[in-house]
């Protein structure tokens, strides 16, 4: 079965430098989720997009932008980068409103800021 | 709010051992709760799922959990312990009722599971 794809798995950025990290769903899958899992830390709730519009928003830097397009893959921007953006970045998706239904995690990009 | 809180950040049982992990919940309404794993380097992986349904709920690999509400509590547990276990385990609850639009996934803070030979 498919699943969340994500990529690059892993990117190496400067400080100050912007990535550019991108999320394909689950096909049928209407909402995308972005998570920040930091070193040793639990997943923190970055934001969320339904039928490509922002649908929650957690604590995003203002450095970081995302967007899901049309054909429902999501993007997250990150600009001015900080060597405290190092991270491990989830990207999970779901089909909301079906019965049961379960978010599903990709793999997660691994973000190393030197 | 809806939160989640793992009572212990590290756990430690020998192989073959039952393995006990616990989570209590707190939320407004009737939770959507979930128990992911992660092992070392890799990304996260549902173990099992409760939405209502039945109260102890089945998972992968043998483990299962169980919904008590006047516990509010939704331990994770396995008869025997194997090698493989060896991973972080958050438990999760979902901040909107499953079914609604949006909802997102609220991590507990992790227990890491050793397993000793």
């Known amino acids: 079965a498919a699943g969340v794809i994500q990529s690059p798995r892993h990117l190496i950025k400067e400080k100050r430098e912007t990535a550019t990290l991108k999320c394909y769903p689950i096909?049928?899958?209407?909402?995308v989720y972005w998570y920040q899992q930091g070193p040793g830390q639990d997943p923190q709730f970055l934001i969320s997009?339904?039928?490509?519009?922002?649908?929650d928003k957690g604590s995003i830097p203002d450095r970081f932008s995302a967007q899901q397009f049309s054909d429902y893959h999501s993007e997250l921007n990150m600009s001015s980068l900080e060597l405290g953006d190092s991270a491990l970045y989830f990207c999970?998706?779901?089909?909301?409103?079906?019965?049961?239904?379960?978010?599903?995690f990709g793999e997660g990009s691994w973000l190393t800021v030197v | 709010a809806q939160s989640v809180t793992q009572l212990d950040s590290h756990v430690s049982v020998s192989e073959g051992t039952p393995v006990l992990l616990r989570c209590n919940y707190s939320?407004?309404?009737?939770?959507?709760l979930f128990w992911y794993v992660q092992h070392p380097n890799k990304g996260l992986q549902l173990l099992l799922k409760?939405?209502?349904?039945?109260?102890l709920v089945k998972g992968i690999n043998g483990f299962e959990a169980e919904f008590k509400k006047s516990e509010t509590s939704f331990h994770l547990t396995k008869p025997s312990a194997h090698m493989s276990d060896a991973a972080e385990y958050f438990c999760?609850?979902?901040?909107?009722?499953?079914?609604?639009?949006?909802?997102?996934?609220?991590f507990g803070q992790g227990t890491e599971l050793s397993v000793k030979p």
């Open positions: 999970a998706s779901r089909e909301t409103g079906r019965s049961g239904n379960t978010i599903y």
């Open positions: 096909p049928r899958h209407d909402t």
């Open positions: 997009f339904y039928e490509k519009m922002q649908s």
């Open positions: 939320s407004s309404y009737s939770p959507s």
């Open positions: 409760y939405t209502s349904a039945a109260t």
């Open positions: 999760v609850v979902s901040d909107q009722e499953i079914y609604n639009q949006g909802g997102k996934l609220i």
